[in-house]
């Protein structure tokens, strides 16, 4: 079975510094897909930046960015010019090839942003 | 806009009545309904998987009997939550996956938060 570990139950930042948060998972699959989903206090589950495993380029959108390192099976999350906004739950989560299979997630990490 | 719509999205029921949850894919068809139940400060956990007309795939510990699927048609999906109890009170959220124009996708309801009292 899929596993997602995320490491930091909590993190803290100031506004706008960087923060990254860690996931590592563990996959026998070649075919997958790595997200981060930011969970706020309405507990939409939001997507913030998709990786698909067989690209080599790093997925970034805007201010958020991933370090994926697939030998490692690392994939963290990096917030630039953090705003209080992104202060939520964030949730890495694993999917096995394309739409239409499940999610494993991590156990999220709690980030709070600093004023 | 949003693509996926759940009704109600906060429930407050008596212990050992039914409530019924919707979820609705509001411009795509979806092929596969997954459902999953987040208990405050913990992750979410997916508890079955349905497609389109075929009867639904529980994981182990989640009640069918107790869960009810429906996924009669490509844009909506039922749980219901038959004779519940006081531990069955979390956040429900169902995902629908399937085809949209574009491609395939699939998405997050908003969640619906059931206390049962």
């Known amino acids: 079975a899929q596993t997602v570990t995320q490491s930091q139950p909590e993190m803290s930042v100031q506004e706008a510094e960087t923060v990254t948060l860690s996931c590592t998972y563990d996959?026998?699959?070649?075919?997958?897909?790595l997200f981060w989903y930011k969970q706020p206090p309405s507990r939409q589950m939001i997507l913030v930046i998709r990786q698909e495993a067989y690209k080599q380029q790093n997925a970034t959108e805007n201010r958020f960015s991933v370090n994926f390192q697939k030998a490692a099976k690392s994939f963290s999350l990096k917030i630039s010019d953090s705003q209080l906004g992104d202060a939520a739950m964030y949730f890495c989560?694993?999917?096995?090839?394309?739409?239409?299979?499940?999610?494993?997630f991590g156990t999220g990490t709690s980030l709070t942003v600093i004023p | 806009g949003a693509v996926v719509s759940q009704h109600p999205s906060w429930v407050i029921c008596k212990s050992g009545t039914s409530v019924k949850i919707e979820c609705r894919s509001l411009d795509f068809q979806a092929t596969t309904m997954f459902w999953y139940r987040q208990f405050p400060k913990q992750s979410l956990m997916l508890m079955a998987t349905?497609?389109?007309?075929?009867?639904?795939?529980?994981e182990q510990g989640v009640e069918k009997d107790k869960f009810l699927i429906n996924h009669a048609s490509l844009t909506l999906s039922t749980l219901t939550v038959t004779s519940a109890h006081p531990e069955d009170s979390s956040f429900y959220i169902c995902?629908?996956?399937?085809?949209?124009?574009?491609?395939?996708?699939?998405?997050f309801g908003p969640g619906t938060r059931l206390l049962v009292l």
């Open positions: 995902s629908p996956a399937g085809v949209r124009r574009g491609g395939e996708t699939q998405y």
């Open positions: 989560a694993y999917r096995r090839g394309v739409t239409g299979n499940q999610f494993y």
């Open positions: 996959t026998s699959e070649s075919d997958y897909y």
């Open positions: 349905s497609n389109e007309g075929s009867k639904a795939t529980y």
